[in-house]
């Protein structure tokens, strides 16, 4: 059995489309750390949230599933949504164990979604589709923080044939864009199939759904991805380079393996490893 406290926290990266929903969806997944009101429950860096895994067991809403999973929670990273930032999205998509692709069910892809896309799969990213917005489908009727399965079941006929018929036109795109793409509830392999999740980042439904796929991916694919080791060098990825008032050059870095130290690398020598997706400190 492997030993939880050699696991770190898996790295997903949220990409897609402008105005698509990614900012609300994990404004949203935020809120299931900070409703637990607990001091230091949530950790939120700049462009990072951490989510522990006893606030996502918290929304799930089954306190047996602690025991089921072996990491100590979720990483968010959320990538700029302009084309702009093209190289930090790709050094987005270079670190993230997992991602979410966020879709507007009701826009449909966009240039930034296809974008993301090719990113995920130049790096062999797994990844899950978000069908967000289920709430302005014409009649939904809003539940609050229900999985989609339960809030479905309480659409009539109309209602769920409109939602299958724009589901299925993002699962053909996908297919389009070479990816086979089912409704997650419907996969029964996620090595060879992508799950696509309905949901409302604004009222929540369809949430837990989302954090049991990637905790599920996780468990199953990346166990082994995810051992570190606190002794030598750190090995990180620098998300940004920036002036800070009163600090001067500053950089946003994930660590996901060994130890960073004080003094070790100079400023210069740090702002020089930018141009590499990836660096090591010694």
């Known amino acids: 059995m492997t030993d939880k406290k050699n696991l770190r926290t898996p790295i997903v990266c949220v990409m897609g489309h402008v105005d698509h929903g990614k900012t609300t969806l994990l404004d949203k997944i935020r809120g299931t750390a900070i409703v637990r009101g607990e001091a230091g429950a949530i950790t939120q860096h700049i462009g990072a949230t951490e989510v522990p895994i006893d606030a996502i067991v918290d929304k799930l809403g089954d306190p047996r599933l602690r025991d089921h999973f072996i990491v100590p929670g979720l990483l968010f990273i959320d990538t ?12 987005g998509g270079a670190l993230a164990d997992l991602a979410i692709v966020v879709v507007d069910i009701n826009e449909g892809f966009k240039p930034q979604t296809y974008e993301s896309l090719q990113i995920l799969k130049r790096f062999k990213t797994p990844f899950v589709v978000v069908a967000n917005k289920i709430d302005r489908i014409g009649g939904w009727v809003s539940q609050k923080d229900l999985p989609f399965a339960a809030t479905f079941k309480k659409q009539s006929y109309d209602v769920q044939a409109r939602l299958e018929t724009k589901l299925y036109e993002v699962i053909g795109e996908l297919y389009n864009q070479g990816f086979a793409a089912e409704r997650y509830d419907r996969v029964t392999n996620f090595q060879k199939m992508l799950g696509v999740v309905p949901v409302s980042a604004v009222t929540g439904e369809g949430i837990p759904d989302v954090l049991m796929v990637l905790l599920g991916l996780t468990q199953k694919f990346l166990e082994a991805n995810l051992q570190y080791s606190a002794k030598g060098p750190g090995v990180g990825t620098v998300l940004e380079v920036k002036e800070e008032k009163g600090l001067g050059a500053t950089l946003d ?15 210069s020598e740090a702002l020089e490893s ?3 997706p990836r660096f090591v400190l010694s």
């Not at 870095?253 to 400023?267: M, N």
């Open 274 to 276: 930018r141009s590499r």
């Open 80 to 91: 700029p949504g302009h084309h702009a930032f093209t190289t930090l999205r790709s050094r």
């Open 253 to 267: 870095v994930i660590l996901y393996d060994g130890t960073l130290k004080k003094g070790i690398l100079s400023l």
